[in-house]
């Protein structure tokens, strides 16, 4: 038989070694669902041909899921809490971890700090700089600890809708998102075509049941459809500047 063996990096076989005890340790349960994106979209036009004016790097529908993630923890803390196995510490702001594939194959986890109190520029700057850090491999390591809840993306593969990613214990949830696409919508009796966005919520079931983890993403989808409403309002809330 001909083949060749690979070895694995000390990092994915550390990474391999995390995922086995995560899998053994927590009882994960994934709830798949279909946001209305059309919002999504037309509010990062609208702030992006801002943005172009001024000379500024584009805001990406990762940049903005994070927001919107960060006002859904608000009003659902049981998702933004780490569990020992006993006790589930709910946090009181959000730390966002932002799961990064690097050019090696290696998946890096920075964490954006306190997202529910930065503006959605200082998302946008945070996340690219941290972003193109791990991938430079100059991420330091306590850049990577303390995340309150984690988002994946699959969006840079458009063949692939849903995922059931792994909940990254402590924590208690994940939040795997595909590409935003166009597909028939139907509203008000017609139908028509619009954007919509894939998502999966991985969670542990023994702090959080479905029914929880269902309330959540049904405030996700309404942030996520109508963002000039909800985010412009909370960054007016936190004392930030329209962006």
């Known amino acids: 038989m ?24 927590s ?11 059309d919002g999504l979209v037309e509010f990062q036009d609208e702030r992006n041909r801002d943005r172009r004016s001024r000379g500024l790097d584009r805001i990406t529908p990762t940049h903005l899921l994070v927001k919107c993630l960060a006002v859904a923890l608000k009003r659902h803390p049981s998702l933004n809490a780490h569990f020992d196995g006993s006790d589930l510490k709910c946090f009181r702001s959000s730390n966002i971890g932002l799961a990064v ?17 930065l503006s959605l520029d200082e998302v946008a700057a945070c996340a690219r700089d941290l972003a193109g850090r791990a991938r430079s491999g100059k991420l330091q390591l306590a850049e990577t600890r303390g995340a309150t809840f984690t988002l994946s993306s699959v969006a840079g593969f458009p063949s692939v809708l849903f995922a059931t990613p792994v909940v990254p214990l402590p924590q208690v949830a994940i939040l795997a998102v595909g590409a935003i696409r166009q597909a028939p919508v139907a509203a008000h009796g ?20 479905g029914a929880a983890a269902s309330a959540f993403l049904e405030t996700l989808s309404r942030i996520v459809g109508d963002p000039a409403e909800h985010l412009t309002s909370t960054e007016t809330q936190t004392g930030k500047t329209k962006t």
């Open 2 to 25: 001909d083949y060749e063996i690979r070895q694995l990096s000390p990092m994915q076989r550390m990474a391999s070694r995390n995922m086995l005890r995560m899998v053994q340790e």
């Open 27 to 37: 009882a994960g349960v994934t709830v798949h669902g279909e946001f209305p994106a």
């Open 101 to 117: 594939a690097t050019d090696d194959g290696d998946l890096i986890v920075p964490v954006i700090r306190a997202a529910d109190t």
């Open 190 to 209: 017609q139908l028509g075509i619009g954007h919509v966005l894939p998502v999966s919520l991985s969670f542990d079931h023994r702090p959080i049941n």
